[in-house]
């Protein structure tokens, strides 16, 4: 039990990381998806802010990073689990 306390730390930490890049790929990219022109930029209505297609979508990478590594941990987390309650049994 000991030992998976760390495990279960460092994917919480991986999914929290994972959903605040999801949440900046939001408001960076996915929130203005239908203003983007063929260059890749999209114009605010009052013209103060300009938004690249190119400045959101890095957002995804490490969204699908740390999501693939929570998944990874949390299912290691799972096996260790059920390997060790068996073997007491």
């Given at each position: 039990?000991?030992?998976?306390?760390?495990?279960?730390?460092?994917?919480?930490?991986?999914?929290?990381l994972?959903?605040a890049?999801?949440?900046?790929?939001?408001?960076?990219?996915?929130a203005?998806?239908?203003?983007?022109?063929e260059?890749?930029?999209c114009?605010?209505?009052?013209?103060?802010?300009?938004?690249?297609?190119?400045?959101?979508?890095?957002?995804a990478?490490?969204g699908?990073?740390?999501?693939?590594?929570?998944?990874?941990?949390f299912?290691?987390?799972?096996?260790?689990?059920?390997?060790?309650?068996?073997?007491?049994?």
């Amino acid at each position: 039990m000991r030992r998976q306390i760390p495990l279960l730390l460092s994917g919480i930490l991986a999914a929290g990381l994972s959903l605040a890049s999801w949440y900046f790929f939001y408001i960076r990219y996915f929130a203005w998806r239908n203003c983007f022109n063929e260059l890749g930029r999209c114009y605010d209505p009052d013209g103060t802010r300009q938004v690249y297609t190119t400045a959101g979508m890095t957002w995804a990478l490490p969204g699908t990073f740390f999501l693939l590594v929570a998944l990874v941990v949390f299912s290691i987390g799972r096996f260790h689990r059920g390997r060790f309650s068996r073997s007491q049994n």
